[in-house]
């Protein structure tokens, strides 16, 4: 079975700072893809960034960055230069060849102006 | 591009009534899942769909909830009857090819209260 687990329920960042938000994941699959998304409070599911498990190089979108560590299952999520429209929810997920998605439960993300 | 259509956008309904939810997936993509989101149980794939085949159904909750997909084009997720812990936001999303590697791209989700 493939858990997620994202242990900040909640975290704050003031305006143009710079935010991690942890999510770690455990599984016996050795092909699978990471993936970030935000959900804004208009409830749409959005794409942030991808990782694919066999590549070491961390995934990089804009001001979005990953730390990906495959021996620890990690794969935190960096955002700098925090803007307002950054405040969302931010969800981890993890997607196995088999077709089998799972997310952790979430981390609120506010940003202070 | 139009992304994918879920309707409705909201469902008050009675308990014991049967609730269909619709969701059209963006055009070309093979894969559709549905999932349910609740405060208590997060985010939780309810099933998932490979050309318009269902490949895994193990996250359906009960046999009171059904989830078809007649063509590349429509899915429907049916609960009857419904009962007031299935009010959930219910997710459809598709993504261009089976998983894991293409990013799934979601509805606006539809808020389903029962009373």
Redesign the interface.
Known sequence: AQTVTQSQPEMSVQEAETVTLSCTYDTSES???L?W?KQPP??????VI?Q?AYKQQNATENRFSVNFQKAAKSFSLKISDSQLGDAAMY?CAF????????????TTLTVKP | DAGVIQSPRHEVTEMGQEVTLRCKPISGHNSLFWYRQTMMRGLELLIYFNNNVPIDDSGMPEDRFSAKMPNASFSTLKIQPSEPRDSAVYFCASSLSAPPNQPQHFGDGTRLSIL
């Open positions: 092909d699978y893809y993936f998304y208009s409830r749409q599911m959005i794409l991808r694919e969800f997607h196995t060849n088999a077709g089998k998605s799972t997310f952790g439960d979430g």
